[in-house]
Antibody
Framework: EEKLEESGGDLVQPGGSLRLSCVGS????????ISWVRQAPGKGLEWFAN????????NYVDAVRGRFTISRDNAKNSLYLQMNSLTVEDTAVYYC???????WGQGTMVTVSS | DIQMTQSPSSLSASLGDRVTITCRAS??????LNWFQQKPGRAPKLLIH???SLQSGVPSRFSGSGSGTDFTLTISSLQPEDFATYYC????????FGQGTKVEIK
């Protein structure tokens, strides 16, 4: 079964940091772009970052550029998201998605609150 | 940035109805458009890629059409498991989702 699995979501105070992980299995992880997509409570989907196959190319939306860093370790079939300077607007379920967005994780909840 | 606008934002329909959802891009995106279905508490599921290509395993009652700026997702005969929220997404330049269309039971 082709799957992705996120972890690392938590409650964090404004201004804090958090690192999310996403592990792939059942497909050749190293051959595909992987994205992070988030969904604030009761809201729609927002693509905000992705990374190419070998990690040499990364894209971000303006809202997270400079605060979030996407990276990967293909030897571990793993994707990471380092999130710094978190604000309440970053509260959301965070999904990783790969290939042509046909593989998704189950999501991990990040809550930013004092 | 390319903006994606879906209409309607929500609709009520009955089992067996034909349902059409539209998605408009703020500029030409050729056929670089995906459609997703999302149920509450679940991850999105890819239905259609490249505007009209049905993803493997997706029932044939789902179809997509369009190119350029105007696109359509059609469900030919609504089934109980189709009540969900549907999103379009462009992947022509960066990646942007529409705001979603919630399909509810009439």
């Amino acid at each position: 079964e082709e799957k992705l699995e996120e972890s690392g979501g938590d409650l964090v105070q404004p201004g804090g940091s958090l690192r999310l992980s996403c592990v792939g299995s059942g497909f050749t992880f190293s051959r595909h772009w992987i994205s992070w997509v988030r969904q604030a409570p009761g809201k729609g989907l927002e693509w905000f970052a992705n990374i190419n196959e070998d990690g040499s190319a990364k894209n971000y939306v303006d809202a997270v550029r400079g605060r979030f860093t996407i990276s990967r370790d293909n030897a571990k079939n793993s994707l990471y998201l380092q999130m710094n300077s978190l604000t309440v607007e970053d509260t959301a379920v965070y999904y990783c998605s790969g290939r042509i967005f046909d593989i998704w994780g189950q999501g991990t909840m990040v809550t930013v609150s004092s | 940035d390319i903006q994606m606008t879906q209409s309607p934002s929500s609709l009520s329909a009955s089992l067996g109805d034909r349902v059409t959802i539209t998605c408009r891009a703020s500029q030409n995106i050729d056929i670089n458009l995906n459609w997703f279905q999302q149920k509450p508490g679940r991850a999105p599921k890819l239905l259609i890629h490249a505007a009209s290509s049905l993803q493997s395993g997706v029932p044939s009652r789902f179809s997509g059409s369009g190119s350029g700026t105007d696109f359509t997702l059609t469900i030919s005969s609504l089934q109980p498991e189709d009540f969900a929220t549907y999103y379009c997404q462009q992947n022509y330049r960066s990646w942007t989702f529409g705001q979603g269309t919630k399909v509810e039971i009439k």
